[in-house]
C-alpha cells in the first residue's frame, strides 16, 4: 500500500467533470440555466467531497453550498468555490433571478426535498439531469481508472489467494465474509460500498453455501444468500456451517478512493468427484467461465450492449438457459462511484460503449438443490477487448 489514503481529488479532475457536464447538457438544452446537485456520490464526483449541502451550476459559476461539515469540505477538497449555508433561504438570497426551469436528480429529488427548494426558489418548471450525469460518469479519466486499478490489485489477492487459505470445516458463511472483509480493509480497501439503487445493502458482499445462495434477494442481483437475520440480505448466515461437498460462494465489493471494484469467485470444499452432481457443476461452472471470456473479448468502442447479451445468450445449452443469471435479464453492469452505475450488459441499452468504461461481467448459474456458480470480474473497455483488473476468470478450484 504505498499510495495516500486521504489524498483529495485533483483539482484539474473535478473542473474537467464540471465541463464535461456543461458541454452535454447544452447539447441537449442550448437554454438551461442552472442545475442543484445534492446526492452524495454525484457531490463527490464534481467537488471531491462529501456533504451535507448542494452544488449550484450556472454557465458562469460553480458554486458547492455546505450546510455540514463546512471546516471538513474546505481542508477535504480543491473546489474553488465552497459556502456555508444555512438553508436553501441562503442560496435564493445569493442569486437574484431564480431561472424558471431548474435541472435536478430525479432519482434522488424526494417530495420532501423539492418543497425545501420550492420554499425559497419559486421555479415553475423542472428537468432530469439524471441521463447526463449517468453518461458523463461512466467514461472513466485515468485518475478514476487508477483508483480502480488498485482496488483490483487488492480484490484479486483477498479472494484469489487470501479467501481460499479460511476455508475450514465449521466456519460459517457470516464469519467468512467478515474475516474477508477485513482482509480488503488490511490492504487498503475503503470497507464499504455505495449502490444507487436502494435494496444494495452497503456492507461489501456475501458469502453462501451450496443450497443458501438459492435464497433469492431483493436486489437487483443473479445471486442469493440467506443473510445474518431477515432484514439484512447480505454478508451471510451465522448458522450455516461449512462442510465437505460444499459449493463456497462469495461476492464481495472492494474500493479505493470510493471507486469500487466487483469480483465473485467458486470454490469447491471437497473433491468435486465425490459430489453426485459433480459432472454438472463442472459443465455449468465451465461454461460461466467461457461466457465470462467472451463477454470481456467484446468489451470494445462502438459495441452495443444489446449485442454482447444476445452473444452470450446464444452460447447457453437448455440445459442451463432456465437458471442462467438466477432470472435476470443482464450479463453485466458499469462500476464506478457505485456498484451498479449504468449502462447494464442487457438487451435494452443499444448506445455504444466507450474506450474506458468500466464493466463488471457476472455469469452465474443456479443449480437447482445445489447452488449457484459462476464467476465475476471487472473490466475496463479498450480498442483489444476488456482488460480483467480484478484477477482473472478461475477454473473450478478444490480446496481439501
Not at 441537449?28 to 464526483?45: A, C, E, G
Not at 480543491?78 to 436553501?88: H, L, T
Not at 467468512?176 to 464499504?192: A, D, K, P, Q
Request: aromatic residues 12%; hydrophobic residues 35%.
Amino acid at each position: 500500500m504505498n499510495y495516500d489514503f486521504h489524498a483529495p481529488v485533483p483539482n484539474q479532475e473535478l473542473k474537467n467533470r464540471l465541463n464535461a457536464l456543461k458541454k452535454e447538457l447544452t447539447k441537449h438544452d442550448p437554454y438551461w440555466s442552472m442545475v442543484l446537485i445534492h446526492n452524495p456520490i454525484n457531490l463527490y464526483y464534481f467537488t471531491g467531497c462529501v456533504s451535507d449541502g448542494v452544488l449550484t451550476i450556472t454557465k458562469n459559476e460553480c458554486i458547492l453550498w455546505v450546510r455540514k461539515d463546512f471546516d471538513r469540505a474546505r481542508s477535504e477538497s480543491q473546489f474553488e468555490d465552497i459556502r456555508p449555508m444555512k438553508s436553501f433561504r441562503t442560496l435564493a438570497e445569493y442569486f437574484d433571478n431564480i431561472p424558471e426551469t431548474l435541472y435536478f436528480e430525479y432519482k434522488y429529488a424526494t417530495i420532501q426535498w423539492l418543497n425545501l427548494v420550492n420554499k425559497y426558489f419559486l421555479f415553475k418548471n423542472h428537468k432530469d439531469i439524471t441521463p447526463i450525469l449517468n453518461y458523463i460518469r461512466s467514461y472513466k479519466s485515468d485518475y478514476e481508472l487508477e483508483c480502480m486499478k488498485q482496488s483490483g490489485k487488492i480484490h484479486s489477492l483477498c479472494l484469489e489467494q487470501i479467501l481460499p487459505t479460511r476455508l475450514h470445516e465449521g466456519i460459517s458463511e457470516a464469519e467468512l465474509c467478515g474475516e474477508i472483509l477485513l482482509e480488503l480493509i488490511r490492504n487498503g480497501s475503503m470497507g464499504t460500498c455505495r449502490f444507487e439503487n436502494p435494496h444494495g445493502e452497503p456492507v461489501g458482499g456475501m458469502c453462501a453455501f451450496s443450497e443458501n445462495a438459492l435464497s433469492g434477494i431483493a436486489f437487483d442481483s443473479p445471486d442469493g444468500c440467506k443473510g445474518t437475520y431477515i432484514p439484512i440480505q447480505a454478508i451471510g448466515s451465522h448458522n450455516r456451517k461449512l462442510k465437505k461437498g460444499d459449493l463456497v460462494f462469495a461476492d464481495i465489493s472492494c474500493g479505493v478512493a470510493g471507486y469500487h471494484t466487483d469480483k465473485s469467485v467458486v470454490y469447491f470444499y471437497g473433491k468435486l468427484s465425490e459430489h453426485k452432481h459433480g459432472n454438472v457443476i463442472k459443465r455449468a461452472y465451465d461454461l460461466c467461465i467461457e461466457i465470462e471470456k467472451k463477454a470481456a473479448s467484446m468489451l470494445k468502442p462502438n459495441t452495443t450492449p444489446n449485442d454482447i447479451y444476445n452473444t452470450v445468450y446464444s452460447m447457453l445449452p437448455n440445459e442451463f438457459s432456465s437458471g442462467f443469471m438466477f432470472g435476470k435479464k443482464f450479463i453485466g453492469h458499469s462500476i464506478g462511484l457505485a456498484m451498479d452505475e449504468s449502462p447494464a450488459i442487457a438487451a435494452s441499452f443499444n448506445t455504444p460503449i466507450m474506450e474506458n468504461q468500466v464493466f463488471a461481467i457476472e455469469p452465474k448459474i443456479v443449480l437447482d438443490d445445489i447452488g449457484i456458480v459462476g464467476s465475476e470480474n471487472t473490466y475496463i473497455v479498450s480498442n483489444n477487448g476488456g482488460i480483467c483488473i480484478t484477477g482473472a476468470p478461475l477454473p473450478l478450484t478444490e480446496i481439501f
